[in-house]
């Protein structure tokens, strides 16, 4: 099946050069989130490498109701405009409700399907009405082949605006698993397919709040291999001081250790895209 491009904003996802979704996991207060995207702009003109800023304005999934959820939409809605006015990003977000779908719309530029929301119709369908991209994450549940199903949803109105991400199985060990088969299994929707390395790493039954709910040793063996795989895109959560950010803190990667961790990833991409040839 040919590969199919999806334009979100200045970003070509699926072309051949790699794009990258960065930025914080959860909105924090507007001064993280804006010298997180000045130093995600440096890097990442300076590698000449297309970028999608992410963020999410609630965490509705989080593992206690004491754990940070986030500002809410109005509030994390307005960071996330002020982020693209001064910097130009396009933007991603989460969601997690239907009723939450419109008024997002009006300010990102791709909506994204939480992994273990991938197969709710009434979402997914909502979702793609706007014709808006929509970055579908891979519920772990779903064996990869079967990611065709709710990318059908999306389809069934009319939008091939459509991003695959991969994030790892989880098993019971608590442990999350990246399967490099799933690359290729998703990669025969036609749709360009990210790999969200940062959320691979996380230890699951340890609060993300926790620096040692993770295992950053992996961070560049698993990019290496997610790239050599295939991928279009890089999902890479990244955060001033990871250590004391309120969610994922084991997991995000320092801001200051983006670039050398991204250059040898651009530079096998640009490998592997001859051998796919």
């Given amino acids: 099946m040919s590969q199919k491009k999806v334009q979100v904003g200045n970003v070509t996802c699926g ?21 997180t995207a000045e130093k995600i702009k440096e890097v990442t003109e300076r590698l000449n490498l297309p970028t999608i800023y992410k963020a999410s304005f609630q965490k509705d999934n989080r593992s206690s109701v004491d754990y940070y959820m986030g500002p809410g939409m109005e509030e994390g809605l307005r960071i ?31 909506i994204q399907i939480p992994a273990y929301l991938c197969m709710q ?23 990869p082949e079967n990611m065709i199903k709710p ?22 060990y608590n442990d999350m698993v990246v399967d ?5 299994e998703m990669r025969k929707t036609g749709y360009p397919v ?19 709910g993770g295992a950053r040793q992996y961070l560049g063996v698993l990019g290496r ?7 279009d895109g890089l999902f890479v959560e990244t955060h001033p001081c990871p250590n004391e950010a309120l969610c994922d ?10 670039e050398e961790f991204l250059k040898p990833l651009i530079e096998l991409h640009a490998v592997e895209l001859k051998y796919r040839k």
């Fill in 15 to 35: 072309a051949d050069e790699l794009f990258l979704i960065s930025g914080p996991c959860v909105i924090e207060e507007e001064s993280i989130m804006m010298r």
């Fill in 80 to 110: 996330l405009q002020k982020v693209k006015d001064e910097f130009g990003f396009p933007l991603l977000t989460d969601l997690h409700y239907p009723d939450q779908v419109a008024p997002v719309a009006e300010v990102v530029d791709v």
């Fill in 121 to 143: 119709t009434t979402l997914t369908v909502e979702s793609g009405k706007t014709g808006k991209a929509v970055n579908l994450k891979h519920g772990q549940f779903l064996a």
């Fill in 151 to 172: 990318v059908n949803k999306i389809e069934s109105t009319g939008n091939e605006n459509i991003i695959l991400t991969e994030r790892g199985y989880t098993f019971g």
């Fill in 180 to 184: 490099p088969r799933s690359f290729y």
């Fill in 194 to 212: 990210v790999f969200d390395v940062t959320h691979s790493i996380r230890k699951y039954g340890i609060p993300s709040s926790d620096p040692s």
């Fill in 225 to 231: 291999a997610g790239v050599a795989a295939g991928v």
């Fill in 249 to 258: 803190a084991a997991s995000q990667l320092d801001m200051n250790e983006l």
